[in-house]
């Protein structure tokens, strides 16, 4: 089983910009893809992003594509999704997650799932 833990999240102003970090720990995850979905108030949770974890192949979503890159740091197992021009839409709970499967925008092709972390853009 792999855990995950978001952190980076908080209030920012339309605009700005903010780094959310997945650390991962847990079995072998030199296999999986590690991928980033939001979830708003009242609607479905929506593919952001995702990547295999050797970094040879990332996958973004339409929602912020051009405004996020996915990337890692193999050295502290961390997955990050650096988000610019955020605006007010973009306010959701941020998950990250993990599965042994090729990158999905399909959030039943992972199976760990962190406990997210709450972005809020002020207009």
């Known amino acids: 089983q792999v855990q995950l833990i978001e952190s980076g999240g908080g209030l920012v102003q339309a605009g700005g910009s903010l780094r959310l970090s997945c650390a991962v720990s847990g079995r072998s995850f030199s296999s999986y893809a590690v991928g980033w979905f939001r979830q708003a108030p009242g609607k479905e949770r929506e593919f952001v992003a995702a990547?295999?974890?050797?970094?040879?192949?990332?996958y973004y979503g339409d929602s912020m594509a051009g405004r996020v890159t996915i990337s890692r740091d193999n050295a502290k197992n961390t997955v990050f999704l650096q988000m610019n021009s955020l605006n007010s839409e973009d306010t959701a709970v941020y998950y990250c997650?993990?599965?042994?499967?090729?990158?999905?925008?399909?959030?039943?092709?992972?199976?760990?799932w962190g406990q997210g972390t709450q972005v809020t853009v002020s207009t």
């Open positions: 990547m295999i974890w050797t970094g040879l192949y990332s």
């Open positions: 997650a993990a599965g042994r499967n090729f990158p999905s925008s399909t959030s039943s092709a992972y199976n760990s």
